[in-house]
């Protein structure tokens, strides 16, 4: 949309240097009448008259306000221009910005996976040591509620590394 913009600013910049040339047109006209006057008395009958020509037509106040026009007419070039720009580092930050997020919560993703596994041995031995009666059953509740936590962090990681990967296609503009 942007380059769009700057080719619609670049045509009325155009259009702007055109007022100041002169413009040229043809005619061409045919012309019934009755009566007939040019003659007298007048006559009860038809007269056809043919014309054709050209019109050269210049605007004299387009020396005093084409210079203007015309330096508004670039100076909103310009403006397109940049604005274009501006879009086209906006989309590559946002892409960057996207990839990041997506490493990241590939990164995270692997930590909590980490995270899981230490959980699930430390229920294990706890398990083993309430069965031998060594632990309180708090004890093991307690590990229970540790490894429940970590598989429900785990599978948001993992859930948000689909989220992330989305984004960073929409952000592309893949999807």
């Given amino acids: ?25 043809a005619y061409a006209g045919n012309n019934l009448t009755r009566p007939v006057t040019t003659v007298s008395p007048a006559v009860d ?12 037509s210049f605007n004299i106040a ?24 501006e879009r086209v580092q906006q989309a590559g930050v946002a892409v960057n910005a996207a990839f990041v997020k997506h490493n990241e919560a590939i990164t995270q993703s692997r930590t909590l996976e980490q995270n899981k596994r230490l959980a699930e041995e430390n229920y294990r ?6 069965l031998n009666q060594l632990a309180l059953a708090v004890d093991l509740l307690d590990a229970t509620n540790a490894k429940l936590d970590a598989e429900l962090q785990f599978t948001n990681a993992e859930i948000n590394i689909l989220y992330t990967y989305y984004q960073l296609l929409k952000q592309s503009g893949q999807l």
């Fill in 1 to 25: 949309m942007a380059a769009k913009n700057t080719e619609i600013a670049e045509a009325g910049l155009k259009v702007t240097k055109a007022d100041r040339l002169p413009s040229l047109s």
């Fill in 45 to 56: 009958a038809y007269a056809n008259g043919w014309q054709a020509g050209l019109t050269l």
């Fill in 125 to 130: 031995i706890i398990e083993k040591k309430y």
């Fill in 62 to 85: 387009s020396f005093y306000t084409a210079p203007k026009h015309i330096r508004q007419a670039e100076l909103q070039v310009a403006q397109s221009r940049a604005a274009e720009t």
